[in-house]
Nanobody, 117 residues
Framework: QVQVVESGGGLVQAGGSLRLSCAVS????????MGWYRQAPGKQREFVAY???????KYTDSVKGRFTISRDNAGKSGYLQMNSLKSEDTAVYYC???????????WGQGTQVTVSS
């Protein structure tokens, strides 16, 4: 049973930083693609950042220059470094991954990020 677990969320003042982690267990396969998404209260879930196996990254415009997505060499974890946080970054952040050789994608349960102004 594949499990995806996010961690690292919390309460931070505007201008501060947080580092989110996404860990995969329950499979011998490595992460192929990884994405971070977020959902603010009363809003739809939105794309934040993406990294593929080759290391190519994409970001939504509102986080460019502030957030950095990365992954470990073992292919079992990924990260979202968030700097210069703003109140509008407040949301539940979700990790989505797919594994090499698998057609399925998996979501974590989310981690809350709250930025106080």
């Amino acid at each position: 049973q594949v499990q995806v677990v996010e961690s690292g969320g919390g309460l931070v003042q505007a201008g501060g930083s947080l580092r989110l982690s996404c860990a995969v267990s329950g499979s011998t396969r490595s992460i192929n693609n990884m994405g971070w998404y977020r959902q603010a209260p009363g809003k739809q879930r939105e794309f934040v950042a993406y990294i593929n196996y080759g290391g190519t990254t994409k970001y939504t415009d509102s986080v460019k220059g502030r957030f950095t997505i990365s992954r470990d060499n073992a292919g079992k974890s990924g990260y979202l470094q968030m700097n210069s946080l703003k109140s509008e970054d407040t949301a539940v952040y979700y990790c989505n991954i797919d594994l090499w050789g698998s057609l399925s994608s998996y979501w974590g349960q989310g981690t809350q990020v709250t930025v106080s102004s």
